[in-house]
Each structure stands twice: as structure tokens, then as C-alpha cells.
């Protein structure tokens, strides 16, 4: 499986709205969880959301709670993450991946990633 980021990585303004897609190819994604992480300038890579299988349950890191909408399209291969209400905390390279929803997000279940994007919020 391989994963690739379409659109929505940019500059944007604090309070703004953008939104990643990434496309998988290589195999059906109907087989595997998919996850959106980030890693800010200076820090560890963070989850921010992960979809357990097809149409399963979905849960979000607490610091994007209410602000970001992770969604699928199995039928294209195609995730994306949907960001409102952006912060400058925000800013991060972003990377899609499928694999294993882990706990607390972590990132040691997925096993394809994306080269990421970097997403930029201006205060």
C-alpha cells in the first residue's frame, strides 16, 4: 500500500480552514485503519486522528477535538482531513498513513506513511 498527499498542504492564516486528501494505491484501503499525524517544528510526531477500518470508529487527539474532521472514501482510496478554527500550534508537517489504530494514537500501528505535507498557520 502506498499513500500519497494530493492537496491542502500550505500557508495559512490563524483561524483558517484547509484541507489534506492523500490517495493509496497498491491495495484496497477497506483493509486497513488510516491515520493523519504531525510533527511540529522541534517536536515528536503526534496523532492527530485514526479510523479504525472501514466505517469503524474514529478518534481525535484532544488538542484538534472539535476543529478537525478526518473522513474516507473507500471507494477512491482517499482520506482526508479536514482543519477549522487552525492555530499557529498547528503548524506541522502532516503525514497520512494506514495500519493499526494504536492507543492513545500512537504511531507504532501504522505501517504505509505518506511523505507528509507541510501545513504552515500564521498568527
Known amino acids: 500500500l502506498r499513500c500519497r498527499c494530493r492537496r491542502g498542504g500550505g500557508l495559512v492564516q490563524a483561524g483558517g480552514s484547509l484541507r489534506l486528501s492523500c490517495a493509496f494505491s497498491g491495495d484496497s484501503l477497506d483493509y486497513y485503519a488510516i491515520g493523519w499525524f504531525r510533527q511540529a517544528p522541534g517536536k515528536e510526531r503526534e496523532g492527530a486522528s485514526c479510523?479504525?477500518?472501514?466505517?469503524?470508529?474514529?478518534h481525535y487527539a484532544d488538542i484538534v477535538k472539535g476543529r478537525f474532521t478526518a473522513s474516507r472514501d473507500n471507494a477512491n482510496n482517499t482520506i482526508y482531513l479536514q482543519m477549522d478554527s487552525l492555530k499557529s500550534e498547528d503548524t506541522a508537517v502532516y503525514y497520512c498513513?494506514?495500519?493499526?489504530?494504536?492507543?492513545?494514537?500512537?504511531?507504532?500501528?501504522?505501517?504505509?506513511w505518506g511523505k507528509g505535507t507541510l501545513v504552515t498557520v500564521s498568527s
Open positions: 479510523i479504525r477500518g472501514s466505517g469503524g470508529s474514529i
Open positions: 498513513a494506514a495500519g493499526y489504530c494504536s492507543e492513545y494514537l500512537g504511531d507504532y500501528g501504522m505501517r504505509y
